[in-house]
T-cell receptor, first 114, second 115 residues
Framework: EDQVTQSPEALRLQEGESSSLNCSYTVSGLRGLFWYRQDPGKGPEFLFTLYSAGEEKEKERLKATLTKKESFLHITAPKPEDSATYLC???????????????FGTGTRLKVLA | EAGVTQSPTHLIKTRGQQVTLRCSPI?????VYWYQQALGLGLQFLLW???????NRGNFPPRFSGRQFPNYSSELNVNALELEDSALYLC??????????????FGQGTRLTVV
């Protein structure tokens, strides 16, 4: 079954306390893995695209990495304004339908305390 | 450059009514995706249109339908509204699946409340 699983579901960090979010996936023919940030009541904001294992992307305090079956979003020295839900999505060939799909995980709710 | 625009931003409807939500993609994007996000929950895939054709559909009843116009804008129609249809409806657009960079960009959503 095509699946994207994110962990943990929720994470509370003190300001400056670095951590990582995980996204594991099951889909064949991976076209890309995407990270988004979503604030409450708003549409997700695109952060990164990763295409192949070993690839890394960075943006301010965020760094995304990709292995063959999972991706990590590393947050270095987070600030309260980094508090949001972080979503992972994959685009690939569905194992069940044989068509392309864009599949989202349920996200990790990050709260950074001052 | 304008991003993905959705209208209306908020909507209140009565159970049993019908609603149409609209989405204009980023210029040059031919793929449009629709998602439903109930309060506190994840994104549930509804529909995917690419170059005017429906490419894929999520596990939703037939009263959820849509279309994509020649200018690649899209409509989502929901008939016979039920209370559980209350959610944030998100539209996203991307380059066609045949292109290399197919990251999707989202609009701000339409908040639908069914009473």
């Amino acid at each position: 079954e095509d699946q994207v699983t994110q962990s943990p579901e929720a994470l509370r960090l003190q300001e400056g306390e670095s951590s990582s979010l995980n996204c594991s996936y099951t889909v064949s023919g991976l076209r890309g893995l995407f990270w988004y940030r979503q604030d409450p009541g708003k549409g997700p904001e695109f952060l990164f695209t990763l295409y192949s294992a070993g690839e890394e992307k960075e943006k301010e305090r965020l760094k995304a990495t990709l292995t063959k079956k999972e991706s990590f979003l590393h947050i270095t020295a987070p600030k309260p304004e980094d508090s949001a839900t972080y979503l992972c999505a994959v685009q690939g060939l569905s194992l069940t339908s044989g068509t392309y799909k864009y599949i989202f995980g349920t996200g990790t709710r990050l709260k950074v305390l001052a | 450059e304008a991003g993905v625009t959705q209208s209306p931003t908020h909507l209140i409807k009565t159970r049993g009514q019908q609603v149409t939500l609209r989405c204009s993609p980023i210029s040059g994007h031919t793929s449009v995706y629709w998602y439903q996000q109930a309060l506190g929950l994840g994104l549930q895939f509804l529909l995917w249109y690419d170059e005017g054709e429906e490419r894929n559909r999520g596990n939703f009843p037939p009263r959820f339908s849509g279309r994509q116009f020649p200018n690649y804008s899209s409509e989502l129609n929901v008939n016979a509204l039920e209370l559980e249809d209350s959610a944030l409806y998100l539209c996203a657009s991307s380059l066609s699946i045949g292109q290399m960079n197919t990251e999707a960009f989202f609009g701000q959503g339409t908040r639908l409340t069914v009473v």
